[in-house]
């Protein structure tokens, strides 16, 4: 792996009870991969972002890039950040207003030749898309063209890693997505390993090859997207991504094999259907998705409608099935019903993914 972090622990003596704020996390990117740490507020991310970089030192474990050690908790190495050949991209662009976007940019590599110099600042300037904007000053520019001067200004001076810090989140909702599909393209374009931190799901499946989820310091899964929403390792995971509900359920063995028998009717799923003894009594509660949910009138199941936010191509359905479950469901929001209304759904999971039950989630 190009990047490679082993048993990393982050710990700030100040904090209360004096819990690690990154407790032995290991995660490899191979050159050229972009990597995205999500979770909730406080669970670590930028702590980890820290410790890459050389600004915090790490409590235990070890950061290497191309297997050149940076820091090393056991021996006491820890490189200092300006010694790390990392580039970071922060939440606020941190651009200098006084200068035009190509000194921005050139900010950093002012040790090269002249001609150098100016040649590199316009290969970042055509990177980003901004050939137009060079002599302008940043307050000219529109919010995602600052990032992309951010970007260009900590790509210039060719890093080994790039880590970027919630760059998108002073961006308002549309912009982001689509800049976070810029951002990926320039950063394959120039072949830069990365790693970003977010809290936007929509974000991190945007522009990562590799999302780890991270709760209370630990690294919970660390995959690509389609494993995290379809295969995730932990109960925490399977809530964090996407939107669903955990309900009551239990696995029998059926003629064809182990099915899964839940409110919404059996579940077939041969290939990963854990086996009845997989869980005492079979019981376990199986994780519904809101795009595992069918709206269909011929189907004997009957939920009520509690909530719906519209979503523009899709409704985001709350319902409440008769015998008391919960679930959520995406609907074509040209089927448009009313709150309260009644409506036929069915179950249509591909993967089936269940975990131990646990009785006060209902
Ligand atoms: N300088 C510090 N001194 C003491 N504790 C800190 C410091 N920085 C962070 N922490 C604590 O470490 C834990 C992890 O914080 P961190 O900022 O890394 O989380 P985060 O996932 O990036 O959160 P957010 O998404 O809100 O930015 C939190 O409990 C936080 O209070």
Request: aromatic content about 6%; proline content about 5%.
């Amino acid at each position: 792996m190009f990047l490679s972090l082993e048993s990393v622990g982050v710990r700030y003596t100040r904090a209360s009870g004096g819990r690690a704020a990154v407790d032995g996390i290991t995660l490899g990117l191979a050159a050229g991969q972009v990597g995205v740490l999500i979770g909730p507020s406080g669970c670590g991310k930028t702590s980890l972002l820290r410790a890459v970089a050389g600004l915090e030192r790490c409590a235990a474990g070890r950061v290497l890039i191309d297997g050149d050690v940076l820091s090393d908790a056991a021996s006491g190495v820890h490189l200092a950040p300006e010694q790390r050949r990392i580039g970071m991209v922060f939440q606020d662009y941190a651009l200098f207003p006084h200068l035009s976007v190509a000194d921005n940019i050139a900010f950093g590599i002012g040790a090269l030749p002249r001609a150098e110099r100016q040649a590199r600042v316009q290969q970042m300037l055509d990177l980003v898309g901004l050939g137009h904007a060079a002599k302008r000053a940043p307050h000219q520019l529109s919010g995602g063209q600052q990032q992309r001067v951010a970007l260009a200004r900590a790509l210039a001076p060719q890093p080994r890693l790039l880590l970027l810090d919630e760059p998108f989140s002073s961006l308002d909702v549309d912009l982001r997505e689509r800049l976070a599909q810029e951002v990926r393209s320039i950063l394959k374009e120039s072949g830069t390993t990365a790693l970003l931190v977010t809290h936007d799901q929509l974000e991190a499946f945007a522009v990562g090859d590799v999302i780890g989820v991270m709760n209370q310091g630990h690294l919970e899964q660390w995959d690509d997207a389609y494993t995290l929403y379809h295969r995730p390792a932990s109960r925490f995971v399977a809530g964090f991504i996407g939107h669903g509900v955990f309900a009551p359920a239990q696995i029998v063995a059926c003629a064809a094999g182990p099915c899964v028998q839940t409110p919404l009717g059996e579940l077939h799923d041969m290939e990963n259907c854990p086996l009845p003894e997989a869980f005492p009594l079979g019981e376990c509660d199986v994780l519904l998705r809101a795009d595992d949910i069918v709206h269909d009138d011929a189907s004997t199941v009957r939920a009520r409608i509690e909530r719906k936010a519209f979503r523009g191509s899709e409704f985001l359905y709350t319902l409440r099935l008769e015998s008391g479950e919960q679930v959520l469901a995406h609907v074509p929001s040209h089927h448009d019903h009313h709150v309260g209304e009644w409506i036929g759904i069915r179950a249509e999971v591909d993967h089936v993914v269940t975990f131990p039950r646990v009785a006060a989630v209902r």
